[in-house]
């Protein structure tokens, strides 16, 4: 008898130990970057805002905010629900095609840009800028600088929630109080 009750919990201290609740299975840690024609795609077949987080290599505000803002759970699960979203290096070579345009490297300096980054940042190139794209692929606005999670929070439900068709920028941030 004490065997099999011994056997029994032992079973149950395994199952509890590799089990995860339901919450932990569909809860995604990371934001699901995709390319940017990946994400003109997905728009065209079902419509959404789309994120475009432009960043170089060597830009230290850039990976301080992959750090401390991308990688906040809330932040992670809004950003998937709402946006597409894409990481785009704005000193990449890859040659992107979108509208009947095919956007280049442009060598320049020391390393160069490319010309998708300087078109949607309305060639006022910041590293790194947010760019948020509304459902038709038009620019809405790109916020240059390093957002921590509270400030970005905040743009981002401006955005995603629509708010920014009737409400000014100015009253939203009045009403509007992050939880992060």
């Known amino acids: ?87 785009f290096d704005a000193e990449g070579a890859e040659e992107v095609s979108f509208r009947g345009h095919t956007f280049k490297f442009v060598a320049s300096g020391r390393k160069g840009y490319h010309e998708l980054a300087a078109a949607l940042t309305q060639n006022k190139l910041s590293y790194p800028t947010t760019v948020f794209m509304n459902e038709e692929l038009q620019i809405i606005q790109p916020v240059p600088g390093y957002l921590d999670a509270p400030t970005f929070d905040t743009i981002s439900k401006y955005m995603g929630e629509g708010k920014y068709k009737n409400t000014a920028w100015e009253d939203f941030q009045k009403s509007y109080q992050s939880k992060l």
């Open 1 to 87: 008898m004490n065997v099999r009750l011994g056997s029994f919990f032992l079973f149950l201290i395994v199952i509890f130990t590799f089990s995860k609740s339901p919450s932990e299975v569909d809860i995604n840690t990371e934001i699901n970057w995709i390319s940017f024609e990946e994400a003109v795609a997905k728009t065209s077949e079902n419509p959404k805002m789309i994120l475009v987080d432009l960043y170089t290599d060597w830009c230290g505000w850039c990976k301080k905010m992959d750090r401390d803002t991308y990688s906040r759970a809330e932040i992670v699960a809004y950003v998937n629900n709402k946006f597409y979203a894409v990481k």
